[in-house]
């Protein structure tokens, strides 16, 4: 924490919001880690014409290849298959092995996979999955999609993911499964979580969108649950363009998220059973061979480009801690040997600092540091949500006949959601390649120049509050 003495003397420069000089003048940059191997992989599925080598429909083999490993399926010896073609099935193998699990299944999106999932573990209408308010809309409406019903509980302030004790207290007869994210990387008291799941049978399906090779004690995150899901759309760690991926170890949710990927209504016939036939209803979410070319050839990168996200972030938290400690909370991380921060997230204390964090995202932004105050809106506030308006007119999934309970999206019942959100939230996605400690320390001097000289942005702050754009993840 700085003395008092250098919070009251006015030695940084002028702030750039009152007249100064910004401290930045070159945008950041947030770019996929590229060599001639992701060019070289990419040009030759062209050269071999493998855009896309996706069968729909039940070709021989598919039955058995239903459940079989990941790393079996790479050794599938053809040149097209219910499976995909090589290089889907590349990539799938390599991120089962980084992940070490059996099972990875690859298709268009984490949004596709986060659907699947739950269409595999057979959580649709009628059911309710208790999730965070804090994240990137596709957490919930993967849950709408799946024609199940959403319920948000509460976060905890500290770690910034689901809290626990409000996920306990969410719990109706009707929850058939927990979906935590992994925000910004970092599992949260996910032990707990994983505990009231088994306490009360429920399903538990990851949302690891932004926790890619993260190791959180003995496992990785992603394995822990019935699925985990990850996202390769920018700026993720791994970067394919768009892209998703489901892991598991249950040969079952591996079975069915393969038919639900791929038309799979086409595979079972009139012996199967019903548990085999459900909830396969014609989606297409198949990667394409070009993108799963970039998958692999990044997941081979995975380890490296995590280092350069610790590397940014711990040194951005212990700068800031020197120069900003007592105004600026740091997320509080479990794991903190293995987070690769995809944003890194603070909380701006306005009672501490006398000033608004609204104020402080201004002050940062003119001084070329591009910052989030959160998601956008919350989840929760989603229109979808406030007014039960998904299907149709007749309010399903929220009103249908088959769901008997009664969810209420009163953002009262959210206040650490809302107050970190909508007041305290600072986030910053520059830690990823091709960043380095000297652009972090830009962000550090801008919060020098903030610290320092708080009384004039108190004095501006009296003239009016602020009007802030909510999301600049200043993309480069
Ligand atoms: C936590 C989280 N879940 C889900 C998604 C959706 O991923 P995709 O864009 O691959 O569908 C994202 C993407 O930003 C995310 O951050």
Redesign the pocket.
């Known amino acids: 924490m700085p003395s008092d003495f250098a919070r009251s003397t006015n030695a940084a420069p002028p702030l750039a919001l009152l007249g100064g000089t910004a401290v930045r003048n070159k945008p950041f940059s947030s770019r996929p880690h590229i060599d001639e191997r992701e060019v070289e992989a990419v040009a030759q599925t062209v050269r071999d014409g493998l855009f896309s080598r996706f069968v729909g429909s039940a070709l021989p083999g598919t039955r058995e290849g239903l459940r079989q490993t990941s790393e079996e399926l790479e050794k599938l010896d053809a040149p097209a298959s219910f499976f995909g073609g090589p290089n889907v099935r590349k990539f799938e193998a390599a991120w089962a092995r980084a992940h070490r699990v059996p099972y990875a299944i690859a298709m268009n999106?984490?949004?596709?996979?986060?659907t699947a999932a739950l269409m595999a573990l057979d959580v649709g209408p009628g059911a309710e999955v208790i999730t965070t308010p804090l994240?990137?809309?596709?957490?919930a409406t993967?849950i709408v999609a799946a024609q199940a019903v959403p319920v948000f509980a509460d976060i905890d302030l500290d770690t910034l993911c689901l809290d626990p004790a409000s996920v306990e207290r969410a719990i109706t007869p009707y929850t058939k499964a927990i979906m935590p994210?992994?925000?910004c990387g970092n599992a949260g008291d996910f032990h707990a979580i994983l505990d009231i799941a088994k306490r009360h049978n429920l399903h538990v399906i990851e949302?690891?969108?932004?926790a890619p090779g993260t190791e959180y004690d003995d496992r990785m995150l992603g394995s822990y649950g019935d699925a985990g899901?990850?996202?390769?759309?920018e700026p993720?760690n791994v970067m394919t363009g768009?892209?998703?991926m489901v892991i598991t170890s249950n040969p079952e949710v591996a079975e069915k998220c393969r038919l639900i990927r791929n038309h799979g209504e086409a595979v079972p016939m009139p012996n199967d059973t019903d548990d085999f036939a459900l909830n396969i209803v014609g989606y297409n979410f198949r990667m394409v061979e070009a993108t799963a070319a970039l998958g692999w050839v990044q997941t081979s990168k995975l380890e490296m480009v995590n280092q350069i996200r610790k590397r940014n972030y711990q040194y951005l938290r212990s700068r800031l801690d020197d120069v900003a400690g007592g105004y600026l909370l740091p997320q509080r991380i479990t794991h903190p040997e293995s987070f690769y921060s995809?944003t890194a997230a603070f909380r701006w204390l306005s009672e501490a600092s006398g000033i608004s964090r609204d104020t402080v995202a201004l002050a940062l932004r003119a001084e070329g540091i591009p910052v989030a105050t959160g998601v956008g809106r919350l989840m929760s506030d989603n229109l979808l949500f406030q007014r039960k308006l998904a299907y149709g007119r007749g309010g399903h999934p929220f009103s249908s006949p088959v769901y008997h309970g009664k969810v209420d999206y009163d953002p009262a019942k959210l206040p650490n959601a809302y107050l970190a959100h909508d007041v305290e939230y600072l986030g910053f996605f520059l830690l990823g390649h091709p960043n380095t400690p000297a652009d972090m320390d830009d962000i550090v001097a801008a919060f020098e120049k903030i610290v320092t000289r708080r009384h004039e942005l108190v004095a501006y702050e009296k003239n009016g509050k602020p009007s802030v754009m909510p999301f600049d993840r200043g993309r480069g």
């Open positions: 999106s984490a949004t596709s996979c986060l994240s990137f809309t596709a957490t993967a994210v992994h925000w949302d690891a969108a932004q899901v990850f996202s390769f759309s993720k768009e892209g998703g995809y």
